[in-house]
């Protein structure tokens, strides 16, 4: 019987090519305006942690003066960094920044080249799943003794290696010679949700270097440092030692328990601290402390812009006024049909019948709609990174809209389609065989 | 009794043609008024002035990785090979770029003591030497410029002077002028000596965009900028790159962009944002006019015979024109009236969420005239066809 309606409804849309073709660009254009922004959104949106999204915790504190900053800074000081690392509560703990030197290898004929650099612990690469091709991460003992380690990506091992395994290799940062001990496979997660500070959905730095070395290295900062009051930077150690914040610091919790018990750990630290004199503001040392999950810390690093919001609200009235459209649209031609109809309610059909067949014969409209839609907005969505140079990330045609599109389309254009279907299933057959 | 039905149903067909299309009107009016005041608000905003020659200013990041160089000579031997370079106007170097989104910022004391003094707004920290006005073509309109002997090598240096923007001393000291004054830093003086018209900072979303402050210290070895005709930039590059590689080879010099692209990268998802919006008024005026059009053909056909019996009856073919367009009108205007209003809930709504300002009822009222100006052209082509009915084929069959 389905396929039969299918088969009546492609005979309908045949014969109303016109009206027919309106319906279906008013639906693909609202789905595709609509999906366009959805899929933004959506890639924004994401959250690469997955389930460890509750277990990551990023650790912020309220170690401003009074009357300074009135929210938590996204950064911590060193001086916290240090302590937490000490500490060391947690199964896993990452303190990081981002740095940059030029790399050199022993081949004369590499040019210099400048990369970003992330500085942090060795634990970064369990927390965060990163995969390894060769070698592994640095021992634990480097980070409290600093070695001259390095974790490298595949594609910069691919520039200066040829893509071997290059694992006891040595390469030069700023003159200086470091060991290769790991090569990390292509991990780029979208957004870059260990550090959205520099560039939420920037690609991931391609070389990784032990936090420890930090004091003696005195690695430039390439991010944020912010201060709430003045202090004189004649030096790195000033930098160390100040109340600058500028380092990111990521726990690994697996319970809630473990949770409840860090925090009251951090809560008990930032008391020892206000006894040193630090931490002058007047909170209570629970309330100086914030540890966000990885959804609440993408939330708290405004990854999603509120033009984005803006424009998925709008796009979704834009549908609707796309619904309206073709209800106008549909019951024109369904009325247009009523002699027929009222031929067949005579002939013996329920108004059930009816009123299925014509659902059936909006489905296939919304579907062509839905597919011509998913056109424009791989369209769209193309023309936005070219023009806009938009992350590749963001303007990649999500697997998940495969499904969410034709859902959409179907759903709007039966929604569309139930009044005028229910008008004209109720058509009284005697009224059009009479004047026939 | 049984004709009533069918009479209901065809007085329920005539009258949902128009609801729909009122609905249609209504939301319409609200989404394209908003979308236009945010094209217009986001328009009005790339198109400020910088105060800086963005074009000619060619900007470039230096990055010495030796750990033998000298830094700060290192850093007056580069600035020299630049001035030195054909075409080259004006060279310095710079601790961060106009408009990149970028750089320092900080705030100053207006009394030496900071438990009492009140502080500026919070400015751009822009690290500079006597060179800077006339690389990046800044007015300076009171006061001079630094002298070559009072450029800094630090910050921290002893004998801090500044040259700040209009918008910053009319806001600290808006009834006197600004040279002479003295801000603070804890009990250290900075010394304001010149203003000029205009200079923005790095962040154009930023309220406090014009606030610039130029500190006269020589910030060695990060980036420089170098003031050419844009003809010149691309061989300039080459020079540059050649010049400062003879120099010493032990660095790596890249980021070549002019302060316009800089801009332009700053703004890019305003544009973007202005491109969708723009790209959805367009497609939804075209879908409405589409709508329309098909609804006044429908209706044209149902009423072929009342058309026709009218034109019998001495309507002329202006009659049945101004009849559907006297129609649309109605609908439109009505459509308009509740659409606006919609249209200011929304402009609430999305200013109570987000960072919008209030919606101006210029905007509405403008779309609710250009939905009158595009329905006109929807209705009149159909209806021309309708007023040629001859009133013999349409009553024929009567």
Same mark, same amino acid.
């Given at each position: 019987m389905f396929l039969y309606y299918v088969d009546l409804a492609w005979r309908s849309i045949r014969k109303t090519p016109i009206l027919s073709l309106l319906m279906v660009l008013a639906i693909s254009v609202g789905i595709g305006i609509t999906i366009t922004t959805l899929n933004v959104y959506s890639m924004m949106a994401y959250n690469p942690a997955g389930e460890r999204s509750e277990q990551l915790n990023a650790i912020q504190f309220w170690s401003q003066g009074p009357d300074t900053w009135d929210d938590f800074h996204r950064l911590i000081t060193y001086q916290d960094a240090m302590n937490l690392r000490k500490g060391k509560v947690a199964p896993a703990q990452a303190a990081m920044f981002r740095s940059g030197m030029a790399v050199q290898t022993? %081949? +004369?004929?590499v040019l210099p080249r400048l990369q970003g650099i992330r500085v942090t612990d060795g634990d970064f690469f369990k927390m965060f799943e990163v995969p390894f091709v060769y070698g592994n991460r640095w021992d634990k003992a480097v980070d409290l003794d600093p070695a001259y380690q390095a974790v490298i990506g595949e594609k910069l091992n691919q520039k200066l290696f040829g893509g071997e395994n290059s694992v006891g290799k040595t390469i030069y940062l700023n003159r200086k010679p470091y060991q290769v001990v790991g090569v990390i496979g292509d991990w780029n997660p979208?957004?870059? @949700? @260990? %550090? +959205?500070?520099?560039?939420?959905?920037s690609r991931s730095e391609q070389i990784f270097l032990p936090f420890s070395l930090t004091a003696n290295e005195e690695f430039s900062v390439w991010g944020n440092s912010s201060g709430w009051k003045h202090e004189p930077m004649n030096n790195y150690q000033d930098r160390l030692n100040s109340e600058k914040v500028w380092l990111e610091f990521w726990t690994f919790l697996p319970t809630s328990e473990d949770r409840a018990a860090y925090k009251s750990y951090l809560a008990n630290y930032v008391e020892q601290q206000k006894e040193l004199g630090r931490f002058t503001d007047n909170k209570s040392p629970v309330d100086s402390v914030l540890m966000s999950d990885v959804a609440g810390w993408l939330e708290r690093s405004h990854v999603v812009p509120e033009d984005n919001k803006i424009l998925v609200g709008l796009s979704a009235l834009f549908l609707s006024v796309c619904l309206v459209n073709i209800l106008g649209l549909m019951l024109t031609k369904f009325l247009k049909r009523a002699p027929e109809v009222g031929v067949r309610r005579a002939i013996g059909a329920s108004r059930g019948q009816i009123f299925s067949q014509y659902m059936v014969e909006v489905g296939v409209i919304g579907l062509f709609g839905g597919l011509v839609g998913l056109l424009w907005a791989w369209g769209a969505l193309y023309a936005l990174s070219a023009r806009f140079g938009v992350s590749e990330g963001l303007t990649h045609l999500s697997m998940s809209m495969w499904l969410i599109t034709p859902t959409i389309a179907v759903g709007t254009a039966l929604l569309a389609g139930l009044y005028p279907a229910w008008v004209v299933c109720r058509t009284k057959p005697s009224v059009y065989l009479k004047s026939q | 009794m049984l004709n009533i039905k069918p009479i209901f149903s065809s007085l329920l067909r005539s009258k949902s043609g128009p609801v729909l299309l009122l609905v249609q009107i209504i939301l319409s009016v609200a989404i394209v008024a908003n979308a236009s005041f945010i094209i217009h608000e986001r328009l009005e905003m790339m198109q400020r002035g910088s105060g800086i020659a963005e074009e000619e200013v060619l900007t470039f990041n230096v990055f010495n990785f030796d750990p033998s160089i000298d830094i700060d000579q290192q850093n007056k031997i580069d600035q020299q090979i630049l001035r030195g370079l054909?075409?080259?106007q004006a060279a310095t170097s710079t601790n961060m770029l106009p408009l990149s989104g970028s750089g320092w910022s900080s705030t100053l004391n207006l009394g030496p003591d900071p438990e009492t003094a009140k502080s500026t707004p919070q400015y751009a920290m822009y690290l500079g030497t006597e060179h800077t006005i006339k690389t990046l073509g800044l007015k300076l309109i009171e006061g001079r410029n630094f002298y070559a002997d009072e450029i800094n090598k630090s910050v921290n240096d002893p004998g801090k002077l500044m040259i700040i923007s209009k918008a910053l001393a009319e806001t600290v000291w808006p009834d006197e002028s600004a040279i002479g004054k003295l801000l603070y830093i804890d009990d250290e003086q900075l010394e304001v000596i010149g203003v000029v018209e205009k200079f923005q900072g790095a962040w154009v979303d930023s309220d406090d965009l014009e606030y610039s402050v130029i500190h006269n210290v020589d910030f060695a070895g990060y980036t420089y900028m170098v003031r050419a005709e844009v003809g010149q930039h691309k061989a300039l590059q080459d020079a540059i790159t050649k010049a400062l590689m003879k120099e010493n080879p032990n660095r790596v010099i890249d980021d070549f962009q002019s302060v316009a692209e800089v801009k332009k990268l700053s703004y890019r998802d305003h544009e973007l944002m202005i491109t969708v919006l723009s790209m959805m008024v367009v497609l939804l005026l075209l879908i409405t006019s589409l709508g329309l059009t098909g609804m006044v053909m429908f209706n044209i056909q149902r009423r072929t015979k009342q058309i026709g019996t009218r034109r019998a009856l001495g309507a002329t073919k202006g009659d049945i024109l101004s009849l559907f367009l006297v129609e649309n009108y109605l609908i439109c205007l009505s459509g308009g009236v509740l659409g606006a209003s919609l249209a200011v809930v929304l402009g609430q709504q999305l200013m109570k969420y987000y960072d919008l300002p209030q919606l101006n009822l210029l905007y509405p009222a403008m779309t609710v005239v250009g939905m009158m100006l595009v329905t006109t052209v929807a209705v009149v082509l159909p209806a021309r066809r309708a007023a040629n009915i001859s009133p013999a084929m349409a009553t024929r069959s009567v």
């Open positions: 022993d %081949d +004369p004929e979208q957004p870059k @949700y @260990y %550090d +959205p500070t520099s560039g939420a959905f | 054909p075409n080259v």
